[in-house]
């Protein structure tokens, strides 16, 4: 029983270990123990792969909704896409609480560089700190009353305040889409 458990274990990772199917939407980097990170991402195929000797991570390239929203419990997601409402305050010192969508999209070309810098928990260390803070960022050039008629506006301002942080960690806002933007009552 035992030497069927092994040669099943060898065949499996030998044989199959040779190759990597990538599924479309996705990009697969390489991790090799003599050379370390290959600079060169995989696109969606089949690849041919060294067993044991090196080590494939895939990732998602598609459009990423990272959602703001009620119910949303980061200690319990750590790296679920989504974040709790966002509290900021109008120009003229109005309390807010922001709820919206804002989609995301791992820059292919940059992928390897964020698996190297960041890791696998992009989400955690760069995605949810950076938006909370430029989304209060902006709100924070905004009277009351022109957030609540100029939706747009604010989109494209928290989008640019966005894309300047993102894009040189290898990630591209595709869209700031707010959803409810309200007054926070007093107390909470």
Not at 65 to 78: A, V
Not at 120 to 141: C, G, H, L, M
Request: proline share 4%; hydrophobic share 40%.
């Amino acid at each position: 029983m035992f030497d069927k458990l092994v040669v099943s274990f060898l065949v499996d990772e030998v044989a199959g270990g040779f190759f990597v199917s990538v599924p479309p939407g996705h990009v697969a980097c390489v991790y090799d123990w003599g050379r370390g990170v290959l600079k060169k991402t995989w696109s969606p195929g089949l690849h041919f792969k060294i067993p044991f000797w090196q080590t494939v991570k895939l990732f998602n390239a598609q459009t990423l909704e990272y959602t703001i929203r009620d119910g949303f419990d980061p200690e319990h997601t750590k790296e679920g896409l989504g974040d709790e409402p966002i509290t900021a305050v109008s120009y003229d010192n109005v309390p807010l609480i922001i709820q919206g969508t804002i989609l995301i999209r791992i820059d292919r070309e940059s992928v390897v560089s964020l698996w190297e810098s960041v890791g696998e928990d992009f989400v955690s260390k760069i995605i949810r700190p950076v938006s909370r803070s430029r989304v209060r960022t902006a709100i924070s050039q905004f009277l009351y009353k022109d957030i609540q008629s100029n939706r747009h506006f604010v989109e494209q301002k928290i989008r640019e305040e966005l894309e300047a942080e993102f894009r040189q960690k290898g990630l591209i806002v595709e869209g700031v889409l707010l959803s409810d933007i309200g007054q926070k009552a007093a107390g909470s």
